[in-house]
């Protein structure tokens, strides 16, 4: 299953995802679904500014596949 959804935390915002405090992030689709992955793999897109962009999470029996940005 391809889950799309769009992205925009500060740095401040993400810090405790990036700590491991908060283990996983949730996430509403563009087709208004809630999707919850684990905080980690947004980490290779942490920029100084934060997580922005939109993003393409694949999951295959409700388990984690991938997470790529698409923009």
Same mark, same amino acid.
């Given at each position: 299953?391809? &889950? &799309? +959804?769009? #992205?925009?935390? $500060?740095t401040?915002?993400f810090?405790? &995802?990036? @700590?491991g $405090?908060? =283990?996983? !992030?949730? !996430?509403?689709? $563009? @087709?208004?679904? *809630?999707? =919850? +992955?684990?905080?980690?793999?947004l980490r *290779? &897109? #942490?920029t100084?500014?934060?997580?922005?962009g939109? +993003?393409? #999470?694949? $999951?295959? =029996?409700?388990?984690f596949?991938t997470l790529?940005k698409?923009?």
């Open positions: 299953m391809k &889950y &799309y +959804f769009s #992205l925009n935390i $500060t401040s915002e810090l405790p &995802y990036y @700590q $405090t908060v =283990q996983n !992030v949730v !996430v509403t689709t $563009t @087709q208004g679904i *809630k999707v =919850q +992955f684990p905080a980690m793999h *290779k &897109y #942490l100084a500014t934060g997580i922005k939109d +993003f393409c #999470l694949q $999951t295959q =029996q409700n388990k596949l790529t698409v923009k």
